[in-house]
């Protein structure tokens, strides 16, 4: 895989399977495929499980669309970074404590540390946090 890396988080890759979610910020990081590489934390595979799955549950997606954006997200480079829980949870606790963030937020931003890269999201509060860490935001 190549290109810059880039920590994408859950909100930027729903919205492209949302048409009343659709962003063109989130549009933008699709176009610049293969020029960087998306890389999301291990939690990032539950977070899209669940987000299908309550979709589904509701109505909003039918099973075929749930199938076909599994089908694109599998087609898509991107890579899931996994680490050993005993470096991670005390890192991950500290980032939301300090941070006021979900735990699933700050696994986002401490990968972005880790890797010295640009955090892409939609979510607010993720970005401020990662504006006060220092972390650079991707712009596109």
């Not at 972005?112 to 596109?140: H, M, T, W």
């Amino acid at each position: 895989m190549s290109g810059k890396p880039v920590v994408v988080d859950n909100s930027v890759i729903i919205s492209w399977l949302f048409e009343d979610e659709v962003s063109t910020y989130a549009d933008r990081i699709l176009d610049l495929i293969p020029e960087i590489r998306l890389i999301v934390p291990a939690i990032w595979s539950l977070e899209v499980s669940n987000v299908l799955l309550v979709a589904e549950k509701r109505g909003r997606l039918s099973s075929e669309d749930v199938y076909r954006f599994i089908n694109l997200l599998s087609q898509l480079p991107i890579a899931v970074i996994t680490e050993d829980y005993r470096k991670s949870v005390s890192r991950i606790f500290a980032l939301g404590r300090a941070n006021d963030l979900s735990a699933y937020d700050a696994a986002y931003l401490d990968l972005a540390i880790q890797y010295a890269c640009p955090l892409a999201s939609l979510d607010r509060k993720l970005l401020e946090a990662a504006k006060k860490c220092g972390v650079p935001l991707f712009n596109g």
